[in-house]
C-alpha cells in the first residue's frame, strides 16, 4: 500500500497527491490518500509519500503539523517503511520548501528508507505543479511495483 499524505493550505499540494495517486492506481498500485494525516491511523510499513508545501516563515500547512509533531515525539518502527518527498514551493522565499526538505530529514532520521532525494517543485518555474510531479514520479516508479 502506497500511503499519500499531504500539507496543503491552499489546495495546490492536494491536487497534486491526487494526481500521483491516479497514476499509481493506472499501474495497478493500491493508493490511500490522508488530506487530514493522523500518524495512529497510518501503517508505517509500505510506501509514504509525502506531498507538502511550505506556508508562514519555512512551515508546515497547519494540516500536517500534528502528523509531523507526532512522528518527532512518538516515531514508530520503520524498518519496513520507504518513503519518498514532494515539497512544493515558491524560490522567491529564503525558506524555499523548507517544509518538505525537513520532512525528508525526519524520515530518514527516524529510520525510513528513502526512495529518491527530497523532490522540489518550484511553483515559479512549475505553475501546474502537477506535471513536474508526475515527470519525477516516472523516474522512480518502477521502485513502487
Ligand atoms: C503566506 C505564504 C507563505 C509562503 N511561504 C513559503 C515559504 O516559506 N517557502 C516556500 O518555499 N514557499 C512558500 N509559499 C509558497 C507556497 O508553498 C506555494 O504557493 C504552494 O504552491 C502552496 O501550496 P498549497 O496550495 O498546497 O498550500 C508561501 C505562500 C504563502 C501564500
Known sequence: ?????????????EYVGDHLSDLLQDQSL???????????EI????????????HGAGDYPDNIQPFIAALQNTPPR???????????????Y??????????????????????????????QEHPVPEDAAEEWLQSIIHQLK
Open 1 to 13: 500500500m502506497i500511503h499519500i499524505i499531504t500539507g496543503s493550505t491552499l489546495g495546490g499540494a
Open 30 to 40: 493500491e493508493t490511500t490518500i490522508h488530506n487530514q494525516p493522523a500518524l495512529e
Open 43 to 54: 501503517p508505517a510499513d509500505g510506501t509514504w509519500i509525502i506531498v507538502t508545501s511550505t
Open 78 to 92: 520503520t524498518n519496513n517503511l520507504k518513503f519518498a518527498v514532494v515539497a512544493i514551493g515558491d524560490s522567491s
Open 94 to 123: 529564503d525558506t524555499f520548501c523548507a517544509a518538505g526538505k525537513h520532512a525528508h530529514v525526519l524520515l530518514e532520521d527516524i529510520g525510513a528508507t528513502p526512495l529518491s532525494e527530497c523532490f522540489t517543485i518550484d511553483i
